[in-house]
């Protein structure tokens, strides 16, 4: 099955520090990634879509200055939490897009990142 | 009103139970279903995939698409204390786009 991966799983900074998470396919190239941030006990929350070689699509919301997304390869996509605050303490997880054998698409999912700023 | 609908439960059921879950929906272009299945600090593994209407059947999951009522739902029979966790519905109009998702149900199955 196509498999995702995340690094780190769990990273503790300091405020005013940036974090950069990678998110990569492992099997698969991934046309599209999307990450997502998720506080405790609620639903996902998409933050953006990339496409390799183009810039990511924010959602409305989500300052493209502070979460910096860069899609360098069609297995590797990376989200920079740039002069990271406790309120950015969330678990960020990415997810690929892959074509399936049916000629559709499925996105599967990273195990996430879990961030915490002190 | 939310583009989708999700009971958030707690849902807790025994061992041996079919679980219902259901999410219901308002925009009529999504066209491609999904359930996920998310244990506590992991990210989602999806369970079920179905484009369209109709069923879709996999071991002990039925995934059922009713587009004309705008509800999907998914059971699981013979639950296990392992299927455990919160299940989350996600749709999205074209294949290749961003998921909507629901809230979440968690799903406690007891020995």
């Known amino acids: 099955g196509a498999v995702v991966s995340q690094h780190p799983s769990w990273v503790i900074c300091k405020s005013g520090t940036s974090v950069k998470i990678e998110c990569r396919s492992l099997?698969?190239?991934?046309?599209?990634m999307f990450w997502y941030r998720q506080f405790p006990k609620q639903s996902l929350m998409l933050m953006a879509t990339s496409n390799e070689g183009s810039k990511a699509t924010y959602e409305q919301g989500v300052e493209k200055d502070k979460f910096l997304i860069n899609h360098a390869s069609l297995t590797l996509s990376t989200l920079t939490v740039t002069s990271a605050h406790p309120e950015d303490s969330s678990f960020y997880i990415c997810?690929?897009?892959?074509?399936?054998?049916?000629?559709?698409?499925?996105?599967?999912f990273g195990p996430g990142t879990r961030l915490t700023v002190t | 009103q939310k583009e989708v609908e999700q009971d958030p439960g707690p849902l807790s059921v025994p061992e041996g139970a079919i679980v219902s879950l259901n999410c219901t929906y308002s925009?009529?272009?999504?066209?491609?279903f999904m359930w996920y299945r998310q244990y506590s600090r992991k990210g989602p593994e999806l369970l079920m995939y179905?484009?369209?209407?109709g069923n879709k059947e996999d071991g002990r999951f039925t995934a059922q698409v009713d587009k004309s009522s705008k509800y999907i739902s998914l059971f699981i029979r013979d639950s296990q204390p392992s299927d455990s966790a919160t299940y989350l519905c996600a749709m999205s109009a074209t294949g290749n786009t961003p998921l909507v998702f629901g809230k979440g149900t968690r799903l406690s199955v007891i020995a």
């Open positions: 925009n009529s272009a999504f066209q491609y």
């Open positions: 099997d698969f190239q991934a046309t599209t």
């Open positions: 997810s690929a897009s892959s074509v399936s054998s049916r000629r559709t698409y499925e996105q599967y």
């Open positions: 179905t484009y369209s209407s």
